[in-house]
């Protein structure tokens, strides 16, 4: 007779099975816990990629902390072309070149005295000259766009890259320019912009694009982050405009060329 789960005798017999044994009950309490661990883990990755997705940092470069937005910056370098222009008489692009031609800074280093304490470089050599090389290594946060969360901060030299360009038209080549020659166009022509792809590094003296090219339009034009609709642009008179992708090309090329002589409607620049 043995005796059953509910406490009665059963007439039936059996035959002993196999002994448990207590190194099964271990490897069933360690699976059981191996089980519990990954789902906590996986419960921590999806919890972790969502914060990373929605985080105001960026992806990539986790030592490179940056505040605000792509337009603050661009609010800050448009103040400080205006106080190249004050100092100098002219727009910090005037020296992208020496008299011989060679490439020597940008209009980005010409503004860094303003922002920071560059006296070690030497602005008589180029930007990627030995002796200046490390310096324009480093990854300046106000030349990084807060918006473009998984942008790359250096190039494959490991040049510091900025994720904003100048428009050709207004601060390219090597010419002697002045704020003054917008005289009666200064809010409808425009100076730098955001930049999404095809990022130059910042010390790079040919970092300007053509805003003809249309907006969000081609990788070597200007655009702004993903779903933006359209780009932030500095204007000749320091304010911070912002461009919808869907401008008219026409006006897009009355904002970019002083010269032009296109009239259009001045609803078309946002200010936000």
């Not at 980005?108 to 180029?126: A, M, Q, S, V, Y």
């Not at 200046?132 to 480093?138: A, I, P, V, Y």
Request: hydrophobic share 40%.
């Amino acid at each position: 007779m043995v005796v059953s789960w509910y406490g009665q005798e059963s007439a039936e017999q059996t035959t002993p099975g196999r002994p448990w044994k207590l190194r099964w009950s271990l490897l069933t309490v360690a699976a059981l816990f191996l089980l519990f661990a990954t789902g906590i883990s996986l419960v921590g990755i999806v919890h972790q990629t969502s914060w990373l997705l929605t985080s105001p940092e960026p992806m990539f470069g986790s030592a490179l902390k940056t505040h605000g937005s792509g337009r603050n910056n661009l609010m800050m370098m448009g103040l400080e072309i205006r106080n190249h222009q004050a100092i100098y008489g002219c727009l910090p692009s005037r020296w992208a070149f020496s008299p011989d031609g060679a490439p020597l800074h940008s209009w980005e280093t010409r503004i860094l005295p303003f922002l920071f304490d560059i006296h070690e470089i030497d602005l008589k050599r180029p930007w990627d000259d030995p002796v200046n090389q490390g310096h324009f290594q480093k990854v300046v946060p106000v030349f990084i766009n807060p918006d473009l969360r998984t942008a790359e901060f250096l190039d494959s030299q490991g040049y510091g890259l900025s994720h904003y360009s100048a428009n050709c038209h207004t601060m390219g080549g090597n010419k002697k320019r002045s704020l003054h020659d917008f005289a009666g166009r200064e809010s409808s022509t425009i100076l730098i912009g955001e930049v999404n792809a095809n990022f130059q590094p910042w010390g790079q003296p040919v970092n300007w694009r053509d805003p003809a090219r249309g907006i969000n339009k081609s990788s070597y034009g200007f655009g702004g982050p993903p779903g933006s609709g359209g780009a932030h642009f500095v204007m000749a008179d320091g304010s911070i405009r912002f461009i919808n992708d869907k401008i008219s090309p026409d006006v897009l090329r009355a904002l970019s060329d002083p010269r032009a002589v296109q009239e259009f409607d001045a609803s078309v620049l946002a200010d936000r």
